[in-house]
């Protein structure tokens, strides 16, 4: 509080697991609810925003039922659990698909505080759950096909943890240089998102308003900030947020009453999306497990104002 101060930081962990449930569940409303719920913060003090980490998944601020859902999806063989838990890396969670991965980042660096990345997330890195404990998702990083992943150059046998050699993450495939070289790599699309979000301040410094849907997979919400004017690029923006976690394309009436009448751009690529109209109402069409990010107002890039 801004009468005791203590930690400027905090995890949001009511947030983090019922993103992984909207995205079995293709229910947006619990995750809904809990954003809607997230209380202010004191000024100075933030977020700390996460998909994964060196821990388990921790299921401890879900219910029974969501918990048992939640094993069943992610955790079927008991060796992938550790406590109140699941132990696995995000890629192997989501079964190494790129529209899940791409939708779950998208939605992590839309959300309000400091977006936490795990190392090797970005270039979609495995697991091992033979080994004890919280190890499984503690293996060396992977940066090159060579010899301990480039990781070291130690014996093998002595390095903590052995590299990840599975059929489909092993490091001979899964490491940075390889993704590098190829421009449609997970890890290119996850910096350009980055360059994307940096460039606006709205996502590290706006507030959030979430907005009614017409459909239950669909999530929307507005990052609004009012900008401070003391450099270029740090003006007041608002950005509509919008997530189909369904697994086939929908169509979604979204309600921005504020905004009536105004235009929607989309932030990566700059194209006209259809107006909201008078009563700040608008229908988009979704493709499966995807995400727009569209700029309220006049077109904008990722370098800032056109």
């Known amino acids: 509080t801004e009468e005791e101060p203590e930690c400027h930081m905090a995890f949001d962990f009511p947030v983090m697991p019922r993103i992984f449930y909207s995205l079995r569940s293709q229910n947006a409303g619990e995750l809904t609810r809990i954003l809607s719920e997230t209380l202010d913060i004191p000024e100075g003090a933030g977020w700390g925003v996460f998909l994964r980490n060196h821990d388990e998944l921790t299921l401890e601020m879900v219910s029974e039922e969501y918990r048992q859902a939640m094993y069943g999806w992610y955790a079927y063989d008991p060796r992938m659990r550790s406590n109140i838990g699941i132990r696995r890396r995000l890629a192997p969670l989501l079964d190494n698909s790129r529209a899940e991965l791409e939708l779950a980042h998208a939605l992590l660096f839309s959300l309000p505080g400091s977006p936490f990345l795990y190392y090797g997330d970005?270039?979609?890195?495995?697991?091992?759950?033979?080994?004890?404990?919280?190890?499984?998702?503690?293996?060396?990083?992977?940066?090159?096909?060579?010899?301990?992943?480039?990781?070291?150059?130690?014996?093998?046998?002595?390095?903590?943890?052995?590299?990840?050699?599975?059929?489909?993450?092993?490091?001979?495939?899964?490491?940075?240089?390889?993704?590098?070289a190829q421009s449609r790599s997970l890890l290119h699309w996850v910096r350009n998102v980055i360059h994307v979000r940096k460039a606006h301040p709205t996502f590290g410094l706006g507030s959030?308003?979430?907005?009614?849907?017409?459909?239950?997979?669909?999530?929307?919400?507005?990052?609004?900030?009012?900008?401070?004017?003391?450099?270029?690029?740090?003006?007041?923006?608002?950005?509509?947020?919008v997530f189909s976690f369904a697994h086939n394309p929908v169509s979604v009436s979204i309600r921005a009453d504020q905004f009536g009448g105004s235009a929607l751009y989309d932030l990566f690529g700059g194209g006209e999306f259809p107006s909201l109209d008078e009563n700040g109402e608008v229908m988009l069409t979704l493709g499966t497990q995807s995400f727009y990010w569209l700029h309220i107002g006049t077109p904008t890039h990722a370098g800032g104002r056109s």
């Open 122 to 180: 970005e270039i979609g890195m495995g697991d091992n759950i033979w080994l004890p404990d919280r190890d499984s998702s503690r293996t060396p990083m992977q940066w090159t096909p060579d010899r301990n992943a480039g990781f070291s150059s130690a014996d093998p046998g002595k390095l903590y943890l052995p590299v990840v050699q599975s059929l489909v993450y092993n490091y001979a495939l899964t490491n940075v240089e390889s993704q590098l």
């Open 208 to 241: 959030l308003r979430v907005l009614e849907t017409t459909h239950e997979s669909v999530l929307a919400f507005v990052r609004s900030y009012e900008g401070s004017g003391t450099q270029f690029g740090d003006s007041p923006e608002d950005v509509l947020c």
